[in-house]
């Protein structure tokens, strides 16, 4: 029973390119979330998907950014343009359905723009 | 607008002591509240919640206290392992809301 994949767990774009993180969630998990950690800080909330929808992207910065749970296959971070203050560990969870007990994260992937 | 605040980033304990890791937080929305345990490298893990319809939950070693008329959390763990070295987070939500909002973390050194 394995536990929330992300990957790759480093991803190292150069300015201007696209970025493209993957997450699956855990068996039976069908809400997916995307955090986002800076050097030095908490997580900061980005995103919450289901199969096919968008819930809440209220931390989503409004342009570039974007997020898809499609009905098969794992859940899509994508960064255009990727710029130096993007760089941050992403990090994605599941949860079967509402939050008591807490998601189970998974291990991040570490985004670095040079 | 930082909601959830963790004012110590770090905290050194002797084996065997108790921790104390406080949270602090401005929301009164917020109704439902957990720590995380986080090693580098690795996501978070989580450890324990509360409700806001109690003032302590208890797992083993762990225990969460919450007075809501503080708005302060706190998560005590005894007896301190070296293995409990790593950083601290505490998160809120409220309403129903899906997500998670984090404190800063505090880095926990356990000390043989």
């Known amino acids: 029973n394995a536990g929330v994949m992300q990957n790759p767990r480093h991803l190292v774009r150069r300015r201007g390119q696209e970025a493209r993180l993957r997450c699956s969630p855990m068996k039976g998990h069908s809400h997916v979330y995307w955090y986002r950690q800076l050097p030095e800080e908490g997580l900061k909330f980005m995103v919450y998907?289901?199969?096919?929808?968008?819930?809440?992207e209220s931390g989503m910065p409004k342009e570039r950014f974007s997020a898809e749970f499609p009905k098969e296959g794992p859940s899509i971070l994508r960064i255009q343009q990727v710029v130096r203050g993007d760089s941050a560990a992403y990090f994605c969870?599941?949860?079967?359905?509402?939050?008591?007990?807490?998601?189970?994260f998974g291990s991040g992937t570490r985004l670095t723009v040079v | 607008d930082q909601q959830v605040k963790q004012n110590s980033p770090s905290l050194s304990v002797q084996e065997g002591r108790i921790s104390i890791l406080n949270c602090d937080y401005t929301?009164?929305?917020?109704?439902?509240f957990l720590w995380y345990k986080k090693y580098p490298a690795e996501g978070p893990t989580f450890l324990i919640s509360?409700?806001?319809?109690?003032d302590k939950n208890e797992d083993g070693r762990f225990t969460v206290f919450l007075n809501k008329s503080a708005k302060h959390l706190s998560l005590h763990i005894v007896p301190s392992q070296p293995g409990d070295s790593a950083v601290y987070f505490c998160?809120?939500?409220?309403?129903?809301?899906?997500?998670?909002?984090f404190g800063q973390g505090t880095r926990l050194t356990i000390n043989p």
């Open positions: 998160a809120a939500s409220g309403q129903g809301a899906q997500k998670l909002v």
């Open positions: 509360i409700s806001s319809i109690k």
């Open positions: 998907l289901q199969k096919e929808n968008i819930i809440d």
């Open positions: 969870a599941s949860s079967p359905k509402r939050l008591e007990g807490g998601y189970t």
């Open positions: 929301n009164s929305m917020f109704d439902y």
